[in-house]
């Protein structure tokens, strides 16, 4: 009997591993409520996550969704993160209930936030609430982003915020403008899931960015992932039907475990 349910575990937790993180089981004290709010007069409308049963401070993680705008997805990893003992706050770049219906909108709509000046005040923005919460440790700051939004939270390093927590960037883009004068400024620990065989970002790119990094000595962590291409956290990365775009079951975990133990560390 014994061996029937040590045999049932192993299955067990065989099944649970195919399961992608997003998918993971989360507490049932965990709330997620919209937060409408203004930036130039425009209406944005972002997602925060909680858990229930904590009654005191804690760090606060920002989330920057993918170009697709923010949708599902980023709301999971925003409960999840809540899970995990954080408040998560996701951020809205594209203005209330704005999402891309394709991939040419997608890129339109994150094209016109690709000036680095516009994105970070966004961000900046999104800071802001994140640190005025209630229940927030604002002197515990962290943020990841994902895709376009990898892209983002690379830039808010490189602008020189100091967030105790750092910031992690799941397969996002690396060719920022303000690579070269910015990578003396960052104060923020940076940690970068990048899959190797991702055709979105340019292997030149890839080079530039480690080269620079590496040079300056920054607080950089590049962690590159055999055979992944883009979008390899997010479930059904496929069925868009581009090229070079899909789900890795490998790379997501080691990945998401990476990202708790970097928060861990460094919110000690």
């Not at 530039?208 to 962690?223: H, Q, R, S």
Request: charged share 20%; proline share 5%; glycine share 10%.
């Amino acid at each position: 009997m014994k061996q029937l349910i040590s045999i049932l575990t192993l299955v067990f937790a065989i099944q649970c591993a195919s399961v992608p993180t997003s998918e993971l089981p989360i507490k049932s004290t965990i709330s997620g409520t919209p937060v409408e709010y203004k930036l130039d007069g425009k209406t944005y409308e972002g997602y925060l996550a909680t858990d229930t049963s904590i009654k005191e401070k804690r760090p606060g993680i920002l989330v920057i969704h993918e170009w697709w705008g923010l949708n599902e997805y980023p709301k999971q990893r925003a409960r999840q993160l809540a899970d995990l003992g954080y408040v998560a706050f996701v951020m809205d770049v594209y203005g209330k209930g704005i999402l891309a219906k394709d991939h040419v909108e997608a890129g339109k709509l994150s094209g016109a936030n690709g000036d680095p000046k516009i994105i970070l005040k966004k961000i900046n923005k999104a800071l802001d609430i994140l640190k005025s919460n209630p229940n927030v440790d604002s002197s515990k700051i962290g943020a990841i982003g994902y895709c376009f939004g990898g892209g983002g939270v690379i830039e808010l390093a490189l602008d020189g915020s100091d967030l105790k927590g750092g910031v992690v960037s799941f397969h996002g883009f690396l060719g920022s403008k303000n690579l070269a004068s910015g990578v003396k400024k960052i104060k923020s620990k940076v940690l970068v899931h990048h899959g190797a065989d991702d055709p979105f970002v340019p292997k030149a790119s890839v080079e530039t960015f480690i080269k620079t990094v590496t040079d300056a000595k920054a607080p950089v962590t590049f962690v590159s992932h055999p055979g992944a291409v883009h979008g390899f956290t997010r479930p059904g990365s496929e069925k868009h039907g581009l090229p070079g775009l899909a789900y890795n079951e490998k790379a997501d975990y080691a990945s998401f475990d990476s990202m708790k133990a970097f928060f861990a560390a460094n919110f000690k």
